[in-house]
């Protein structure tokens, strides 16, 4: 079981790369898109993530991430 992502997950939280899956009891967890591509990044990293190699800020200027769920 993942850690729920509600407490902040970091530096996740800024990144293009997360995307934050809700569960039916409200929680959400903090889930790391390039897990799919890459064996080295955990689907869902222990939070808060403090320092990561495949983190990319998030141009907020250009609105929500694209993986953005509502
Ligand atoms: S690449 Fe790193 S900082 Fe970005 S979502 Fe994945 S674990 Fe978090």
């Known amino acids: 079981m993942p850690a729920a992502a509600h407490v902040g997950a970091g530096l996740c939280e800024r990144c293009r790369h997360q ?3 809700p569960n039916t009891r409200g929680s959400r967890f903090s889930l790391c898109e390039r897990s799919k591509t890459d064996p080295h990044y955990p689907k869902y ?3 808060p993530v403090l320092e ?3 983190f990319e ?3 907020r ?5 694209p ?4």
């Open 19 to 21: 995307r934050v899956v």
């Open 45 to 47: 990293p222990r939070v």
């Open 52 to 54: 990561c190699p495949g």
């Open 57 to 59: 800020e998030v141009d």
């Open 61 to 65: 200027r250009e609105g929500p991430a």
């Open 67 to 70: 993986n953005a769920r509502p």
